[in-house]
């Protein structure tokens, strides 16, 4: 942001650009003194927005970047009431690009669940960490996830008299 008013003389980063914390983005010409003062990042990440051109006058405070640091993302998900009871901050929850035909997924970890429901939908939120230090995920893209539950051991879930031979292999069938 622009500390004084005044006109941006150099912009010296462009959209999708790399910036260190501290490293000069831009250079301003104050309106009162005439001086040029350099515009610092204030954090790494990645410059998604440009909110301003060269020659442009700013105001005092005004944003002339928008930056991010993507190598954490945070996909949001809605959960039904019945579905909520179960979750947990830490369960584990395995991403996906939603109509992506790719086997596997990203872990992530639940690490925020919203304090009230959504009044339309009675839908509560749950946001998940998630990895990202390629910057394969982006935010606002559709993504779907899978949560643990509860993991069991098949062996100890299933007596041998609930296993019947089918077609060569060894199943089991499960009374709800």
């Known amino acids: 942001s622009a500390r004084f008013a005044g006109v941006v003389r ?10 260190e914390r501290d490293e000069v983005v831009a250079v301003v010409e104050s309106n009162e003194s005439l001086q040029r003062y350099e515009v610092r990042a204030a954090l790494a990440g990645r410059v998604l927005r440009k909110h301003v051109a060269t020659g442009e006058a700013v105001g005092e405070g005004a944003s002339l970047f928008t930056i991010a640091d993507l190598t954490t993302v945070w996909p949001q998900f809605h959960t039904h009431p019945a579905d909520l009871r179960q979750l947990r901050i830490g369960d584990q929850v395995v991403i996906r690009r939603v109509g992506s035909e790719v ?8 690490d925020w669940i919203a304090p009230i429901a959504d009044e339309g939908s009675l839908t509560t939120a749950v946001r998940v960490g998630l990895a990202n230090p390629d910057g394969q995920w982006r935010p606002g ?14 062996a100890e879930a299933v007596r041998d008299s609930g296993l019947q031979r089918l077609d060569g292999r060894d199943v089991g069938y499960l009374n709800e």
Do not use: S, W
């Open 10 to 19: 150099e912009l010296r980063k462009r959209l999708g650009d790399r910036v």
């Open 103 to 110: 086997a596997g997924g990203a872990p992530g970890r639940v």
């Open 141 to 154: 893209e559709f993504v779907g996830g899978a949560v643990t539950i509860v993991e069991v051991t098949v």
